[in-house]
């Protein structure tokens, strides 16, 4: 079975602070996604990446940044110089199968308010 | 890229009248669809994935008579709350697979925008 576990339920920053929110999954598959999204107020979901079980590489795309560990099964994802405009829910999802008819799974969201 | 309409946004109902919710895939075809709920403050829980002409296959927990699946067509999936109470208010999202989406940045799950029901 597949979990995917954020326990940061809640994160508080000034503007400008670097913030990392943690994620830890777990899986049978060696072969797997995991996501991360970001859920503004309005509720939509807006996808930031995808990460394939074989692609270790970290990732940089502008002030987010993301830290995949297979070893400690791990997903971090970490916000530069954090902004207003940052504050939101951000969830990590897991897939596994990938691009078969598998559907995400998603750990519980962690909150982050980043204060002016 | 792609894209999945869901409509409506936001719908009040009154308790003991049905609800539908309807996605459709406007670029691509969308074999399989997944239907989330949302509760306030809480994470995405899955309801059930519908196939293409076939009966959705439902969570545990979840009563297929309460939430009617459709999927007739590969672009238009539909959730139709029956007879909602109060509890079942809620943030309901749908989820396309994408099976064009392969490329690194894209994630193959396009998501409508979601649907606040409020049942008074």
């Known amino acids: 079975a597949q979990k995917v576990t954020q326990a940061q339920t809640e994160i508080s920053v000034v503007e400008k602070e670097d913030v990392t929110l943690d994620c830890v999954y777990e899986?049978?598959?060696?072969?797997?996604?995991l996501f991360w999204y970001k859920q503004p107020p309005s509720g939509e979901l807006v996808f930031l990446i995808r990460?394939?079980?074989?692609?270790?590489q970290n990732e940089i795309s502008g002030r987010y940044s993301w830290n995949f560990q297979k070893s400690t099964s791990s997903f971090n994802f970490t916000i530069t110089a954090s902004q207003v405009v940052d504050s939101a829910v951000y969830f990590c999802?897991?897939?596994?199968?990938?691009?078969?008819?598998?559907?995400?799974?998603f750990g519980k969201g962690t909150r982050l308010s980043v204060i002016a | 890229g792609a894209v999945v309409s869901q409509h409506p946004s936001r719908v009040i109902c009154k308790s003991g009248t049905s609800v539908k919710i309807e996605c459709r895939s406007l670029?691509?075809?969308?074999?399989?669809m997944f239907w989330y709920r949302q509760f306030p403050k809480q994470s995405l829980m899955l309801m059930a994935t519908?196939?293409?002409?076939?009966?959705?296959?439902?969570e545990q927990g979840v009563e297929k008579d309460k939430f009617l699946i459709n999927h007739a067509s590969l672009t238009l999936s539909t959730l139709t709350v029956t007879s909602a109470h109060p509890e079942d208010s809620s943030f309901y999202i749908c989820?396309?697979?994408?099976?064009?989406?392969?490329?690194?940045?894209?994630?193959?799950?396009?998501f409508g925008s979601g649907t606040r029901l409020t049942v008074v």
């Open positions: 670029d691509f075809q969308a074999t399989t």
């Open positions: 989820s396309a697979r994408d099976p064009t989406a392969r490329d690194r940045g894209r994630d193959g799950y396009t």
């Open positions: 899986t049978r598959d060696t072969t797997y996604y």
């Open positions: 990460r394939n079980s074989f692609d270790e």
């Open positions: 519908s196939n293409e002409g076939s009966k959705a296959t439902y």
């Open positions: 999802a897991l897939s596994e199968l990938p691009f078969r008819n598998t559907p995400l799974v």
